[in-house]
Nanobody, 125 residues
Framework: QVTLVESGGGLVQAGGSLRLSCAAT?????????MAWFRQAPEKEREREFV??????????YYADSAKGRFTISRDSTKNTMYLQMNSLRPEDTAVYFC???????????????WGQGTQVTVSS
């Protein structure tokens, strides 16, 4: 099991940028194949929407259509840290953003067993 800690959320105006970080604090991160960002909007309390994912070993990236061209996911394996650079933010991006880790190659939240506590991103119009 791995402990994930997100940071970098906040309040930003539409068109602005934020950079989220997710640090994996564990003695060993071996065996985890993919890390991802999900978000949960205020009006969708039980739904975690896939945003982006990255293969921890090969760095392959995956994006939801809503994130393509605006968000960039990356990782620093030497620091066990994942990032999400979010540009051209829109009010509909407002949500709690969670990072998660899995030992299989999927982008479905049900298959992610390790989650951070979430960080709030609020985009004002």
């Amino acid at each position: 099991q791995v402990t994930l800690v997100e940071s970098g959320g906040g309040l930003v105006q539409a068109g602005g940028s934020l950079r989220l970080s997710c640090a994996a604090t564990t003695l060993s991160f071996n065996g985890y194949l993919r890390m991802a960002w999900f978000r949960q909007a205020p009006e969708k309390e039980r739904e975690r929407e896939f945003v982006a994912a990255i293969g921890w070993v090969d760095g392959t990236t995956y994006y939801a259509d809503s994130a393509k061209g605006r968000f960039t996911i990356s990782r620093d394996s030497t620091k066990n840290t994942m990032y999400l650079q979010m540009n051209s933010l829109r009010p509909e991006d407002t949500a709690v953003y969670f990072c998660a880790a899995t030992r299989i190659h999927v982008n479905v939240p049900e298959w992610y067993g390790d989650w951070g506590q979430g960080t709030q991103v609020t985009v004002s119009s």
